[in-house]
């Protein structure tokens, strides 16, 4: 298993560090497209979360956020945040992000200079009563 944690590539987002990891691809990296063949993967989340753990004791002012590459990875997390939310939040602060489009008033939409919408990152505390069906486009981390 490889976990990688990297600067986060949005300017919105500053102080954010991404949180990735799977098995290993033979360039370095790791594949975040395959599904696990571990028997206990509670034990492979644990030692994920340990090792982001870790880096924010290490960097304290930074946050770590994690992105599930599909839907089927995003609710695990989303699940795993909401179900541990009390033994979480003992140490850490978590935040979901939605993302939004800005609407001018002419009803005209934020583009850049390719002619591309604008998502702008809207982080918010975690909320736990929020179901799977709804789920953030990222989670993060930082210490209380």
């Excluded at 599930?68 to 990875?73: A, H, Q």
């Amino acid at each position: 298993m490889v976990v990688k944690i990297v600067r986060h590539p949005y300017l919105d987002l500053p102080n954010v560090y991404n949180l990735g990891f799977g098995p290993p691809n033979m360039k370095g990296g790791f594949r975040d497209d395959v599904k696990l063949q571990h028997a206990d993967l509670g034990k492979v989340l644990s030692t994920v979360l340990f090792h982001g753990v870790g880096f924010l004791q290490r960097n304290p002012s930074l946050v770590l956020g994690i992105d599930g590459s599909d839907d089927v990875r995003a609710m695990l997390y989303h699940l795993i945040a909401k179900f541990n939310h009390d033994y979480l939040t003992g140490s850490l602060a978590i935040l979901g992000v939605d993302w939004y489009i800005r609407v001018f008033r002419d009803g005209s939409y934020e583009i850049d200079q390719n002619g591309h919408l604008i998502s702008k990152p809207k982080p918010e505390s975690f909320n736990h009563q929020r179901s799977r069906h709804d789920l953030y486009r990222y989670y993060m981390f930082r210490l209380k």
